[in-house]
Nanobody
């Protein structure tokens, strides 16, 4: 599956953004999905994950309570709603997919994912 992330941009601290990840084919009930980010000079880190049915979500401590991952009504979309953004959230955000049919779990490690989008830049600055 091919992934296309979008929705990044410049936002002030405390603001919100919604990132979208569009898949080239149906992901519902087939792929577990995740969002990762990479800040300048830092390693890629886990942000959020959702299992293939959308019934379970998991977040890093740094974004818990501020970000929400969800599956769209369309079977090809996943979203990351980001609220109360902070300067330290500045990074390139990537969506990722793992074929998981038969296993309704989430994954939080980047090596678990075999498909990656190209990334979208989020800059939080006043």
């Amino acid at each position: 599956v091919q992934l296309q992330a979008s929705g990044g941009g410049l936002v002030q601290p405390g603001g919100s953004l919604r990132l979208s990840c569009a898949a080239s084919k149906t992901i519902y009930s087939r792929y577990s999905m995740g969002w990762f980010r990479q800040a300048p000079g830092k390693e890629r880190e886990f942000v959020a994950a959702i299992n293939l049915s959308g019934s379970v979500t998991y977040y890093s401590d740094s974004v818990k309570g501020r970000f929400t991952i969800s599956r769209g009504d369309a079977d090809t979309m996943v979203y990351l709603q980001m609220n109360s953004l902070k300067p330290e959230d500045t990074a390139v955000y990537y969506c990722a997919a793992r074929y998981s049919r038969g296993s309704n779990r989430y994954y939080s490690n980047s090596p678990d994912y075999g498909n990656w989008g190209q990334g979208t830049l989020v800059t939080v600055s006043s």
